[in-house]
């Protein structure tokens, strides 16, 4: 049973410092290769590489706030969610593969886009997408990780109801 933890453990950091080193590994390159708003552009203007420091969260959420409120939002409480979410999954050992996946991803991700915002004072942004309809604001590798994980939970959280709901029916002999 120890072993099993153990090794639930292990992969969970794993996981985690992977999203992280991934995330932080393509900032750093970005910040050291780019300069501000030096653009490369791929597959005819539809994915641009741009270097942006964003100041505030996500989509620039909250970059003009200032001062204590700054901090509390964009520092505190983001840190509490990223130590909450750690203290859940390894807690909850119980929880389905695909949900407990997609919630690493999300703390990878928060924890790449705080770790910038503590040491440098803002998050490196550097990717954009454009195809006609669908086009992105300027976002990184930790920002993709989040919106993966909530995707992964939210399809899990789909078809989970859609099982249970089958269930019902064939036990209510429907």
């Known amino acids: 049973m120890k072993s099993n933890i153990l090794l639930r453990t292990i992969i969970i950091l794993l996981i985690l410092a992977l999203n992280i080193g991934c995330d932080q590994v393509s900032k750093s ?3 050291h290769k780019m300069q501000y708003y030096d653009q490369i552009v791929l597959l005819n ?3 641009m590489i741009q270097r ?3 100041q505030g969260a996500f989509l620039s959420l909250g970059d003009s706030l200032s001062g204590p409120l700054r901090v509390i939002l964009l520092n505190i409480i983001p840190f509490i969610a990223v130590a909450f979410g750690l203290y859940f999954i390894f807690t909850k050992t119980n929880l389905n593969r695909t949900l407990l996946f997609g919630l690493i991803l999300i703390i990878g991700g928060g924890t790449g886009n705080l770790y910038d915002r503590i040491v440098h004072g803002s998050v490196t942004d550097f990717m954009y997408i454009n195809f006609v309809l ?3 604001g300027v976002f990184n590798v930790a920002d993709m990780s989040i919106m993966a994980g909530m ?3 939210l399809i899990h959280s789909f078809l989970k109801k859609k099982d249970e709901a089958e269930v019902n029916n064939v036990s209510e002999g429907n």
């Open 29 to 31: 390159i970005v910040r």
């Open 45 to 47: 203007k539809h994915i």
């Open 52 to 54: 942006v420091q964003n």
């Open 134 to 136: 669908f086009h992105t």
């Open 151 to 153: 995707f992964i939970i």
